[in-house]
């Protein structure tokens, strides 16, 4: 059975940092994909970040690019996006998703529809 468990969000004023952690459980450890979505209030779900696990290619959407970092921890299962000179709207719940194994070279950044599993989120609020 498969969980991911998000946690690390948080509070932060604009220009800080956090880190958000996806704990992968009953995924293999490499040849798997992990995204990163997130859904602010009153607006659709969008893509952040993916990376394939094992090779530790990575996608972004345009908007995070530079300021935010996808990265793996193969020893612990866990996936962590690095995000860094927070704004204002990158306030949201985040949810990671997975699904593998699976082969491919990049993993999609965007597509949430593509994923099988879904963490519970974590909510990210950089006030204004």
């Known amino acids: 059975q498969v969980h991911l468990v998000e946690s690390g969000g948080g509070t932060v004023q604009a220009g800080g940092s956090l880190r958000l952690s996806c704990a992968a459980s009953?995924?293999?450890?490499?040849?798997?994909?992990i995204g990163w979505f997130r859904q602010a209030p009153g607006k659709a779900r969008e893509g952040v970040a993916a990376i394939y696990t094992g090779l530790g290619n990575s996608r972004y959407v345009d908007s995070v690019k530079g300021r935010f970092t996808i990265s793996e921890d193969k020893d612990h299962s866990t996936v962590y996006l690095q995000m860094n000179n927070l704004k204002r709207e990158d306030t949201a719940v985040y949810y990671c998703?997975?699904?593998?194994?699976?082969?491919?070279?990049?993993?999609?950044?965007?597509?949430?529809?593509?994923?099988?599993?879904w963490g519970q989120g974590t909510q990210v609020t950089v006030p204004s």
């Open positions: 998703a997975g699904r593998g194994p699976i082969s491919v070279f990049y993993c999609p950044a965007s597509t949430g529809e593509w994923y099988d599993y």
């Open positions: 009953g995924l293999t450890a490499s040849r798997t994909c």
